[in-house]
């Protein structure tokens, strides 16, 4: 039988589909959906100690991990509102940030 049924999400209309699928199966096996979203952490280029330092004071950064973050959290939230609708009454959700592959697994 079936308990849990995890679906990573990306925001793509596939991934929305993946959580109506999982929805509609979670339904049938009274399972639990577990909502995954992985905020890949784009690694900075080698550059020397100073300069990362002074990009550091000055809030120079490749990517703004707050802005990654709050775009999750209401991916998330979009996609557990799909689940709800579709009839699944236990929902988690997740975000994490790491290696996509790694962190899914």
Request: net charge positive.
């Amino acid at each position: 039988m079936i308990n849990n049924l995890l679906v990573a999400i990306d925001g793509s209309s596939h991934s929305m589909k993946a959580v109506d699928y999982a929805s509609a199966i979670a339904v049938g096996c009274k399972a639990r959906v577990i909502i995954l979203n992985v905020i890949k952490v784009l690694t900075v280029p080698k550059i020397s100690v100073e300069l990362r330092k002074y990009a550091e004071l000055e809030n120079v950064s490749p990517v703004d991990l707050n802005s990654l973050k709050t775009t999750a959290n209401d991916l998330v939230a979009y996609a557990e509102t799909r689940s709800l609708d579709k009839g699944v009454d236990d929902i988690v959700t997740k975000v994490q940030k790491g290696p996509v592959a790694r962190t899914i697994i």
